[in-house]
């Protein structure tokens, strides 16, 4: 199995910053992408910002210029650096690995727990 846990999420006000993290474990052969995702009450999933197969990040345009992806390829850990936090960045906040557990098995997808970030005006 692969386990994705995510932690760092809390209550900041606007204007603040959080750093969120996302580690995977498990029988994990090679790693493909590793991002995150947010869901807010009464709306869709979304990306917020994850690694592409080529290496570059990719960012919502939302989060542009005041969200950070990094990671720690020995670690198998992606964070999610968030400065300048908006209200409206008020989710759960989601890390989804795509791997796979064996060199010549399927790629797949796995998703953490969530963790909520609350930003208060």
């Known amino acids: 199995q692969v386990q994705v846990v995510e932690s760092g999420g809390g209550l900041v006000q606007a204007g603040g910053s959080l750093r969120l993290s996302c580690a995977a474990s498990?029988?994990?052969?090679?790693?493909?992408?590793m991002g995150w995702y947010r869901q807010a009450p009464g709306e869709q999933r979304e990306l917020v910002a994850t690694f592409t197969s080529g290496g570059g990040p990719i960012y919502a345009d939302s989060v542009k210029g005041r969200f950070t992806i990094s990671r720690d390829n020995a670690k198998n850990t992606v964070y999610l650096q968030m400065n300048s936090l908006k209200p409206e960045d008020t989710a759960v906040y989601y890390c989804?690995?795509?791997?796979?557990?064996?060199?010549?098995?399927?790629?797949?997808?796995?998703w953490g727990q969530g963790t909520q970030v609350t930003v208060s005006s």
């Open positions: 498990g029988t994990i052969s090679s790693i493909n992408t």
């Open positions: 989804k690995c795509n791997a796979r557990r064996t060199p010549w098995g399927p790629r797949s997808d796995y």
